[in-house]
């Protein structure tokens, strides 16, 4: 099929090469314009799959906007069969999803109506879920409210981290997409609509929600630092500086909130404990609890902020 792909970061890389590789012919791919970067941020950076599709050969374009008839005209000259949509930027107007011949497929990181929006990986995790999946959708004017063709289920483990789902999630979503691609030149995709009960919506994250909250039950604040996990990092101030918090593990132990019960880095929450497993101080690498503790004065009975 002729095939209109559109997305920006790593995450929807797999997803193009997967469909070159399953042979249909990529016509056009939409992404996000070059961003400042490298030594000063002099340099002009493409995104991810801005230099996927420029190894494959495949022309590139970056519009500010899709909602200018210019716009929507140049979209409609591709004569595509369908675009695909795999974290884009940016909004499609009803004018380009009305071009392809079949319409316009998402593919969603979520098992929806759960998660729509911006951030359903991390909200899964951060919301203690222990199941989410890839959703291929038909793409309407809603926010990710379009019928669903395909769906794949996965679990999430109890210490997994947004980073680990998101380079699972990845792959199956992109097996998952060629296999929708497959079944919608054969007639054969259907799509159900979405039930109207279990919304919920992944707001963007904000950095005010990163600060770990050591007063609520250890295992929130477990969900916590692993659904932010490598980015944006949850964090807790010591001296004035920020401690990301990469890795943790529950732990059976009680005390004041937020204060240290061993030398070890395991911190007392509102209920239960944490064990700090692997952190990164502002400028430096991140590394394991034991080595940053032999360059860092922590002593039981400590607080964290």
């Known amino acids: 099929m002729r095939v209109v792909f559109m997305g920006t970061p ?24 070059p961003a400042p970067g490298g030594r000063r941020g002099l340099d002009r950076v493409p995104s991810p799959v ?28 591709h004569e595509a069969d369908v675009a695909v949509v795999v974290a884009y930027g940016l909004i499609l107007p009803p004018a380009i999803l009305a071009a392809p011949r079949l319409g316009c497929l ?24 222990r199941e989410t999946g890839v959703a291929v959708m038909q793409m309407e004017a809603g926010l990710d ?34 296999r929708a691609l497959s079944a919608l030149d054969r007639g054969g995709l259907v799509f159900t609509p979405q039930p109207e009960v279990g919304v919920a919506y992944a707001a963007k ?39 990301k918090v990469l890795r943790s593990a529950q732990a059976q132990a009680h005390g004041e909130p937020g204060m240290l019960i061993d030398d070890g880095l395991t911190v007392a929450c509102g209920a239960g404990a944490v064990r700090l497993v692997e952190v990164q101080k502002a400028g430096a690498r991140a590394m394991p609890a034991g080595e940053f503790l032999r360059g860092t004065a922590l002593l039981k009975g400590m607080r964290l902020g």
């Open 50 to 77: 801005q230099a996927a599709a420029e190894r494959f050969g495949l022309p590139v374009f970056h519009p500010a906007s899709l909602r200018t008839p210019e716009a929507a005209a140049a979209f409609a000259a």
């Open 145 to 178: 409210t379009g019928p669903v063709g395909l769906i794949e289920r996965v679990g999430i483990e109890p210490d997994m981290t947004a980073g680990e789902l998101h380079d699972r999630l990845m792959i199956i979503g992109a097996d998952l997409m060629a």
């Open 10 to 33: 790593g995450f929807s890389v797999p997803t193009l090469a997967e469909i070159v590789g399953r042979g249909h012919e990529v016509v056009a791919v939409y992404t996000r314009a």
């Open 205 to 243: 994250l904000d950095k005010a929600e990163t600060r770990i909250d050591w007063s609520r039950p250890a295992q929130e604040v477990h969900d916590h630092i692993r659904g932010l996990s490598p980015f944006p990092g949850a964090w807790f101030d010591l001296d004035g500086a920020r401690v």
């Open 106 to 129: 998402n593919l969603h990181a979520s098992l929806l109506p759960r998660w729509r929006g911006a951030a359903p990986i991390q909200r899964a995790i951060m919301a203690g879920d």
